[in-house]
Nanobody
Framework: QVQLVESGGGLVQPGGSLKLSCTASGSIISVFTMSWHRQAPGRQRELVARITNAGHTSYADFVKGRFTISRADDKRTVFLQMNNLQPEDSAVYLC?????????????????WGQGTQVTVSS
């Protein structure tokens, strides 16, 4: 089994910063794309940032220049550094990691999701 545990959310004033972390553990054979998504009340889940297995990063237009995605060398943890946060960034942030894991007697690649962490930007 694979588990993803997120941390780092909270309440911050406009212009402030937060750093989210998401760590994967379990029967992991290999890790591929890692990404962060967010979902605000009444809105669809949207992709925020992605880092590929090769280390290439991409960002949604609404966070370019403010957020930075990175990962630990062992590719078990993905980070999201969020700077200059604005009220419209308030949402539940979820990490997603594509992982090849040992399931029963076979290897399967599937997307795994974290439990979500609340980010609230308010004065």
């Amino acid at each position: 089994q694979v588990q993803l545990v997120e941390s780092g959310g909270g309440l911050v004033q406009p212009g402030g910063s937060l750093k989210l972390s998401c760590t994967a553990s379990g029967s992991i054979i290999s890790v591929f794309t890692m990404s962060w998504h967010r979902q605000a009340p009444g809105r669809q889940r949207e992709l925020v940032a992605r880092i590929t297995n090769a280390g290439h990063t991409s960002y949604a237009d609404f966070v370019k220049g403010r957020f930075t995605i990175s990962r630990a060398d062992d590719k078990r943890t993905v980070f999201l550094q969020m700077n200059n946060l604005q009220p419209e960034d308030s949402a539940v942030y979820l990490c997603m990691i594509e992982i090849m894991a040992k399931v029963d007697d076979s290897f399967r690649t599937s997307p795994y999701w974290g439990q979500g962490t609340q980010v609230t930007v308010s004065s």
